[in-house]
């Protein structure tokens, strides 16, 4: 049984590493994380090309319409795909402010056996593709800030005054 898990994990991606990204036409593209997402899972979408800051997007693949939100012509969102879908491909339709983008994503077959509901074991929530591509579109100063100065001044400051305290301490132990 372990061969046949490996082999199956091992096809997908390899599917997933060489699957084109999703097409769009109206010049926006779609991205999808996975890129060929199996039923049942999580998807994160990113959508550009829209003016706005929000949009909507829909497939027959997906649980539910996915929110789309960003700034720039650059949107993201996510959403999940039907357990009980047929692998293939579907469009994606995202309705934007002012136009509509349409692209297609590939549903894979689902890899045998069934998962957890929950996580069986602690799950590493340090980010990954899609945190760390989601929280960039959101505006970020570019460097410290005037709290940021102001705060590391007073501790340079409160350690200069240690330094010459100690010092003075010394000397006068040394007479």
């Known amino acids: 049984m372990g061969s046949l ?4 994990c091992t096809a997908v991606l390899a599917a997933v590493a060489f699957a084109p990204p999703a097409q769009a036409a109206d010049g926006g593209s779609v991205s999808v994380t996975p890129s060929i997402p199996a039923a049942g899972t999580d998807l994160a979408l990113r959508v550009t090309g829209c003016a706005g800051k929000t949009a909507t997007a829909a497939s027959a693949a997906f649980v539910a319409n996915a929110r789309l939100t960003g700034v720039g012509g ?57 945190a760390t591509h989601l929280s960039a579109m959101e505006p970020h100063a570019a460097g410290p800030g005037t709290g940021h100065a102001v705060t590391g001044l007073v501790l340079a400051g409160v350690a200069a005054v240690a330094v010459v305290l100690r010092r003075s301490r010394r000397s006068r132990e040394a007479n």
Request: glycine share 14%; with cysteine.
């Open 5 to 8: 898990r490996l082999t199956l």
């Open 74 to 130: 650059s949107l993201a969102g996510e959403t999940r795909v039907r357990s009980s879908i047929e692998p293939g491909p579907y469009e994606v339709r995202i309705t934007c402010a002012d136009s509509e983008v349409r692209g297609r994503i590939t549903v894979a077959a689902a890899t045998g056996g069934s998962a957890p509901a929950s996580p069986a074991a602690p799950v590493d929530a340090g980010g990954g593709w899609t």
